[in-house]
């Protein structure tokens, strides 16, 4: 069983963890959710959900580790300890996914110096300020780096969490997953429609 380590943080965005959750969700036999905060207990999203967690302490390392974006991540980008935390969890992480402004959070610790990347393009000014050495795509709904997987703003974790599944369990698995969910979805990683809308 592989972990599957969600982390959490005040004003999360809801979408950027249960899109990507219902996906990996699917693979239960594969797969053990878990959820985390910097030290555990009660974090509430920025839509008011309530999600009881455990410490950064607990995560074992390995695995495969998911860090939504939010608003709180404009607060946490300056928070050295929650970076340098997320810095040794991602390290001693198998795989590392990011959802829209999530990304800053790995960039800000200069886990994505050199490596291509993307986020959520209404924020896409901000998250690059955080990151000056990352090889930003601003047309990409996901992009994929050595064990660095980072995505478009909100919906398009699903999509990413279909290319992860799709990379590590095959096309087939990440279409059976998409037609159960009955979600129609963007295959083609390094076109974001949602960019033409900006």
Request: proline share 1%.
């Amino acid at each position: 069983m592989i972990n599957f380590n969600v982390i959490l943080f005040d004003n999360f965005e809801v979408l950027d963890v249960f899109g990507p959750v219902e996906v990996i969700g699917k693979l239960s036999e594969h797969y053990a959710i878990k959820y985390f905060s910097q030290y555990g207990g009660l974090v509430i999203s920025k839509q008011n959900t309530r999600i009881e967690t455990f410490s950064f302490s607990e995560i074992s390392h390995g695995g495969v580790l998911l860090i939504p974006g939010g608003m709180g991540t404009r607060r946490l980008v300056n928070d050295v300890q929650f970076i340098n935390d997320i810095k040794n969890i991602a390290g001693n992480s198998d795989y590392v996914l990011s959802v829209c402004t999530g990304s800053a959070l790995l960039a800000k610790a200069g886990l994505l110096d050199n490596r291509n990347a993307t986020t959520n393009k209404k924020a896409f000014n901000w998250v690059k300020s955080n990151g000056i050495n990352v090889k930003w795509d601003k047309n990409a709904r996901w992009v994929v780096d050595g064990k660095y997987y980072t995505s478009a703003g909100v919906s398009a974790g699903i999509d990413m969490a279909l290319g992860f599944v799709a990379d590590i369990h095959g096309i087939d698995m990440a279409n059976e997953i998409a037609n159960h969910i009955e979600y129609y979805w963007n295959r083609n990683k390094r076109d974001d429609k949602s960019c033409h809308l900006v």
